[in-house]
């Protein structure tokens, strides 16, 4: 019989479905980048794995090496079909994620957008919807399955790209007011276009509307007190006062009338977020007065803070009385 | 004894998440531990558990991650989550209930 090793590999690359060419180069060039980015690649060690173990385990137990591998195989199932559902359920939860970061970040270009007065007819932009069908069309060419899932998949990519793109023309063009709309508008139309290609056939819409209404409850406040403009000339003490007592309330209504065992994590989220866009502030407005800066550090972060507290003490007395009722 | 499909299907992740509530383990360790507590029971086709893990880890009930093993090997080991001990109580629970209501209807059948 020949060696095992050799005879796992030969039947994985038999019964798996084969790597791209582009995924092929990044093994060669970067093993250790594309060891965590090419799920393929993880999928057949965890295959390779598991046979090698229980091949051992039946030798151990006294069988020949023909009876151990032929049992192995038979056991196993086929590798093609289990292979393509582990591809299956890896791609619903990449696309989860990427779905929520979208959705975190269109929150976060809205009040921008909104700054940099976005008109309604800007949202149709042909060469933004050009680069994103481009993207889609690379990304439909370079993968295994070419049908409709996989390229919805692509504008996800192409929302990125479009992101990254607006953020450094943003950066770039910081000091100059007039180019900040338009690094903004494109940010914004990207994330909005990627959502809107690809999220009718992904999961979890259930938790992109909870987001939706999280982030919305903070940011309502803190726009409607013009906390959100690039002056903070407005800010005084009864403002922030009152920014903060709503932004805590918004944030525990929204998120307890959905799922209580969810409220660290999201609060934790919103917590961060909030704080990102504090910090975002001060480096805009490095010359104006540190103390109203600060007071808007605290009125931003602080509540979904206490609120991550206070739920966190919530939740320990929920697991207790539980514990208590089994 | 083979089970039906919908059956084993039913149950699968609540014996996945049980058996990682005891500890971590890697893919093949959970099929030996489930084969070992059925007594044999179970005889699954081996690789259906992979989806089954994959898919848990994408509701985040557990957690899957490269880690060095004893032999020097990388092995894609799962661990569960909070979340997950809460779905197995919660799992655990529903279980009992419903087990115990169709076996009194089948004893009442036979009585």
């Given at each position: 019989?020949?060696?095992?090793?050799?005879?796992?590999k030969?039947?994985?690359a038999?019964?798996?479905?084969?790597?791209?060419?582009?995924?092929?180069?990044?093994?060669?060039?970067?093993?250790?980048?594309?060891?965590?980015?090419?799920?393929?690649?993880?999928?057949?060690?965890?295959i390779?794995?598991?046979l090698?173990?229980?091949?051992e385990a039946a030798?151990?137990?006294?069988?020949s090496?023909?009876d151990?591998?032929?049992?192995?195989?038979?056991?196993?199932?086929?590798?093609?079909?289990?292979s393509r559902?582990?591809?299956k359920?890896?791609?619903?939860?990449?696309?989860?994620?990427?779905?929520?970061?979208?959705?975190?970040?269109?929150?976060?270009?809205?009040?921008?957008?909104?700054?940099?007065?976005?008109?309604?007819?800007?949202?149709?932009?042909p060469?933004?919807?050009f680069?994103?069908?481009?993207?889609?069309?690379?990304?439909?060419?370079?993968?295994?399955?070419?049908?409709?899932?996989?390229?919805?998949?692509?504008a996800?990519y192409?929302?990125w790209?479009?992101?990254?793109w607006?953020?450094?023309?943003?950066?770039?063009?910081v000091?100059?007011?007039s180019?900040?709309?338009?690094?903004?508008?494109?940010?914004?139309?990207?994330?909005?276009?990627?959502?809107?290609?690809a999220?009718?056939?992904?999961?979890?819409l259930?938790?992109?509307?909870?987001?939706?209404?999280?982030?919305?409850?903070?940011?309502?406040?803190?726009?409607?007190f013009?906390?959100?403009?690039?002056?903070?000339?407005?800010?005084?003490?009864?403002?922030?006062?009152?920014?903060?007592?709503?932004?805590?309330?918004?944030?525990?209504?929204?998120l307890?009338?959905?799922?209580?065992?969810?409220?660290?994590?999201?609060?934790?989220?919103?917590?961060?977020?909030?704080?990102v866009?504090?910090?975002?502030q001060?480096?805009g407005?490095?010359t104006?007065?540190?103390a109203?800066?600060l007071a808007?550090?605290?009125?931003?972060?602080?509540?979904?803070?206490?609120?991550?507290?206070?739920?966190?003490?919530?939740?320990k007395?929920?697991?207790?009385?539980?514990?208590?009722?089994? | 004894?083979?089970?039906?499909?919908?059956?084993?299907?039913?149950?699968?992740?609540?014996?996945?998440?049980?058996?990682?509530?005891?500890?971590?383990?890697?893919?093949?360790?959970i099929?030996?531990?489930?084969?070992?507590?059925?007594?044999?029971?179970?005889?699954?086709?081996?690789?259906?558990?992979?989806?089954?893990?994959?898919?848990?880890?994408?509701?985040?009930?557990?957690?899957?991650e490269w880690?060095?093993?004893?032999?020097?090997?990388?092995?894609?080991v799962?661990a569960?989550?909070?979340?997950?001990?809460?779905?197995?109580?919660?799992?655990?629970?529903?279980?009992?209930?419903?087990s115990?209501?169709?076996?009194?209807?089948?004893?009442?059948?036979?009585?």
């Amino acid at each position: 019989m020949r060696d095992i090793e050799e005879l796992i590999k030969e039947y994985c690359a038999q019964h798996l479905p084969p790597e791209p060419a582009w995924i092929g180069v990044l093994n060669r060039r970067f093993p250790k980048i594309s060891s965590w980015m090419d799920s393929a690649k993880s999928v057949q060690r965890e295959i390779e794995d598991h046979l090698r173990d229980s091949y051992e385990a039946a030798l151990s137990k006294g069988q020949s090496a023909e009876d151990a591998w032929r049992l192995e195989q038979e056991r196993f199932g086929d590798v093609a079909v289990i292979s393509r559902e582990i591809q299956k359920a890896r791609a619903q939860s990449c696309k989860c994620m990427m779905v929520r970061f979208l959705a975190v970040v269109a929150l976060f270009v809205l009040p921008l957008g909104e700054i940099a007065r976005i008109r309604i007819p800007a949202f149709f932009s042909p060469s933004l919807l050009f680069f994103l069908a481009a993207c889609m069309g690379v990304g439909f060419l370079i993968t295994r399955r070419r049908d409709w899932d996989s390229l919805r998949k692509y504008a996800f990519y192409g929302a990125w790209l479009g992101l990254i793109w607006a953020m450094v023309y943003t950066i770039i063009h910081v000091k100059d007011p007039s180019k900040l709309g338009a690094g903004a508008a494109i940010m914004l139309l990207s994330t909005f276009y990627g959502l809107f290609l690809a999220a009718p056939k992904s999961h979890g819409l259930v938790s992109i509307a909870m987001m939706l209404l999280c982030h919305v409850g903070v940011l309502i406040p803190l726009a409607r007190f013009g906390l959100l403009s690039f002056y903070p000339d407005k800010i005084d003490a009864g403002l922030l006062g009152m920014t903060a007592a709503l932004s805590l309330v918004s944030v525990l209504v929204s998120l307890a009338i959905f799922d209580i065992r969810k409220l660290p994590r999201r609060l934790a989220g919103v917590a961060a977020f909030s704080m990102v866009f504090a910090y975002i502030q001060i480096l805009g407005n490095l010359t104006r007065s540190n103390a109203s800066l600060l007071a808007f550090i605290f009125a931003t972060s602080l509540p979904p803070l206490t609120a991550v507290l206070i739920t966190m003490q919530f939740q320990k007395l929920q697991r207790l009385l539980l514990r208590e009722a089994n | 004894m083979k089970f039906r499909k919908e059956l084993v299907g039913s149950t699968t992740a609540t014996l996945i998440l049980s058996v990682l509530n005891t500890g971590s383990a890697h893919g093949y360790e959970i099929v030996r531990r489930i084969n070992e507590l059925s007594d044999g029971i179970f005889e699954w086709q081996e690789g259906t558990i992979y989806p089954a893990l994959h898919k848990l880890e994408a509701k985040e009930l557990i957690r899957g991650e490269w880690v060095e093993a004893s032999s020097g090997k990388m092995r894609r080991v799962y661990a569960i989550t909070g979340e997950g001990r809460r779905a197995l109580i919660s799992d655990a629970k529903e279980w009992s209930v419903y087990s115990k209501a169709v076996e009194s209807i089948l004893e009442a059948s036979y009585a």
